[in-house]
């Protein structure tokens, strides 16, 4: 990958090290020997031309990082989707139901939900991501109570879902009804948050491939959510990935499952149509 001069990051008067991470062009992806994820794709037409070419955060760890996706058995995200497995069969609530008692087997019920999410959901009029979908189940339906968004249980259930989906092309609906929630998210792209004044934008679409600390920065997909991370030792969702990235910029931040991160994660997910779902994946 070609490097881009440093504008905003050297702005920001971070140290920047030498580029020593920059993955060959030709590295590809494909889980358990089988599952093949497209990690390159073309840009969706409504980016007009802001990215040349559309990539995974994969391509931009190293080759330990990589592998470690490549086997499930080498995959420490695995781990959460096994427990949210046994979350899945559990019964709870008041209705004594669990998830499988109304929706089976996951690999068959679940294939393709975490592609084409978040959604507008005609009965409830609003934009809807997969752990609200979750919730909607758990208080509506089996008599228990919402999980915290992003946390233990709904995380753990959130990537079992979106292992179910992995190698199927990311394809959110931006149109109709949920067009106004991909336009707020676009805004809050593009805004200029916290004492140094940078937007999503200015580092995942204006630096990605440069170093930025120790870090080799990425174009910010979420494909690859829940992302188990090597700095935290956990798996850990969109939201609070945005809210990390957000308190970098010294700014104040919303809340995982706040109505900016809903429509951020739709609007984020727009720029990786396309993209294979990794789903729990392997990041630094
Ligand atoms: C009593 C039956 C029932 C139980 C128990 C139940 N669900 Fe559901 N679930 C449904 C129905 C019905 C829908 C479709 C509702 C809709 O979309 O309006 C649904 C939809 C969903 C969806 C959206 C799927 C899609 O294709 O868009 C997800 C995700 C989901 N449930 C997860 C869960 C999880 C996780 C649990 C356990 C914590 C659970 N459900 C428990 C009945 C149930
Ligand atoms: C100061 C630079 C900076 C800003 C501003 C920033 N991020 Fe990040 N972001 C990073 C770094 C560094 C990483 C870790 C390396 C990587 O994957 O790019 C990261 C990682 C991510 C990831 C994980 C990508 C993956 O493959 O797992 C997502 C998603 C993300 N950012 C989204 C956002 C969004 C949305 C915003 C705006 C609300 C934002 N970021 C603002 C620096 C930034």
């Known amino acids: 990958m070609k490097f881009k001069t440093m504008s905003v990051i050297a702005a920001v008067a971070m140290a920047l090290p030498t580029f ?30 802001a990215l040349s070419e559309v990539m995974s955060g994969w391509h931009f760890r190293n080759d330990d990082t990589q592998a470690m996706e ?15 497995m046994a979350i899945w069969e559990a019964a709870e609530g008041s209705e004594g139901k669990s998830c499988a008692d109304c929706h089976g087997d ?12 978040p959604k507008f959901d005609e009965k409830a009029g609003t934009l809807m991501t997969v752990q609200m979908k979750m919730n909607e189940c758990r ?31 990311v394809n959110v609906a931006i149109d109709g009804p949920a067009a106004p929630f991909w336009e707020k998210g676009k805004e809050i792209y593009y805004t200029r948050y916290g004492q140094l004044e940078l937007s999503c934008a200015s580092c995942h679409e204006e630096n990605y491939g440069n170093m930025i600390r120790a870090d080799h920065l990425s ?66």
């Not at 700095?231 to 970098?248: M, P, Q, W």
């Open 70 to 84: 490549m086997d499930d058995f080498d995959n420490p995200g695995m781990l959460g989707a096994e427990n949210g």
């Open 20 to 49: 020593s991470m920059a993955d060959p062009d030709d590295d590809k992806l494909v889980i358990n020997g089988e599952i093949e994820v497209a990690t390159k794709v073309a840009p969706a037409a409504h980016l007009d031309g």
């Open 139 to 169: 208080t509506e339906r089996m008599g228990a109570e919402a999980w915290k968004y992003d946390a233990g249980k709904a995380i753990d259930v959130e990537a079992m879902i979106a292992s179910h989906s992995r190698g199927m092309p």
């Open 219 to 284: 174009q910010g997909q979420i494909n690859g959510f829940p992302t188990y991370r090597l700095k935290n030792a956990k798996l850990n969702g969109v939201h609070s990935r945005f809210k990390g990235c957000i308190r970098d910029t010294r700014a104040h931040t919303f809340s995982p499952g706040s109505d900016e991160f809903i429509a951020l994660e739709l609007y984020v997910a727009s720029r990786g149509m396309g993209l294979g779902i990794e789903g729990p994946s392997v990041r630094n």
């Open 106 to 117: 996951p690999a068959e019920s679940m294939k393709g939900v975490r592609a084409s999410y």
